[in-house]
């Protein structure tokens, strides 16, 4: 199992709204991330997890709060967004979340729109 | 300050040829360069890799060439096929540090179209 599964797919909500996304990976990686891509532009790095401990918050404001219940499984709880947050969030994994050399594997994201 | 940067934001090739994606970085401490697909409503796909320790690394009709002193790298894919149809973002990482986390710096992106 190479995979990195992100749901839902689609979500709308509104600016009152509380909603979480989630991702999961089976396979022992110990570094999770958040991104948030833009259209045509490259994805923005929001959180790290490493072994389950939240190692890196790219100044992200509050109204995203990321989770980590256990090693396969992050989430990213919604609270009070605004339109301009309305973006793909790409959950990733990796194996060695100590600097260097291991690829991120990407699930296909969640397409939000805040209206 | 863009760290990564793909001048290019998008190119053509017909198919069969060779299509040549460039990437330029500016931080000497990244040693770790990675190529990632991206198709439309899709994560990015890792493609290939290489480590600053080697000049080219190549992965069937993938090619990737690092050239440090000039800090460039660049993607070659011989011969290009209608399905290669994607955004590739270059990505780097710096150096292995125990006391650091691992974080890819994208690049901006580009969109290739292989014409059938």
């Known amino acids: 199992d190479t995979e990195v599964t992100q749901t839902p797919k689609h979500l709308v909500m509104g600016m009152t709204n509380k909603k979480s996304l989630k991702c999961e990976q089976h396979?022992?990686?110990?570094?999770m991330y958040w991104y948030k891509q833009k259209a045509k532009k490259p994805p923005e790095l929001m959180f790290v997890y490493s072994y389950e401990k939240l190692s890196i918050n790219e100044s992200v404001p509050s109204r995203f709060s990321p989770e980590c219940p256990n090693s396969s499984l992050l989430n990213l709880h919604l609270h009070a967004l605004q339109p301009e947050d309305s973006a793909l969030y790409l959950c990733a994994s990796s194996q060695d979340p100590i600097g260097g050399s291991s690829e991120a594997f990407f699930g296909q994201g969640t397409r939000l729109t805040v209206v | 300050d863009q760290q990564v940067k793909q001048n290019s934001p998008s190119l053509s090739v017909q198919e069969g040829r060779i299509s040549i994606l460039n990437c330029d970085y500016t931080?000497?401490?990244?040693?770790?360069f990675l190529w990632y697909k991206k198709y439309p409503a899709e994560g990015p796909t890792f493609l290939i890799s290489i480590s600053s320790i080697k000049d080219k690394n190549e992965d069937g009709r993938f090619t990737v060439f690092l050239n440090k002193s000039a800090k460039h790298l660049s993607l070659h894919i011989v011969p290009s096929q209608p399905g290669d149809s994607a955004v590739y973002f270059c990505a780097a990482t710096p150096e292995r540090m125990k006391t650091s986390y691992d974080k890819v710096i994208f690049g901006p992106g580009t969109s290739l179209s292989v014409i059938p």
């Open positions: 396979m022992g990686h110990r570094a």
């Open positions: 931080n000497s401490m990244f040693d770790y």
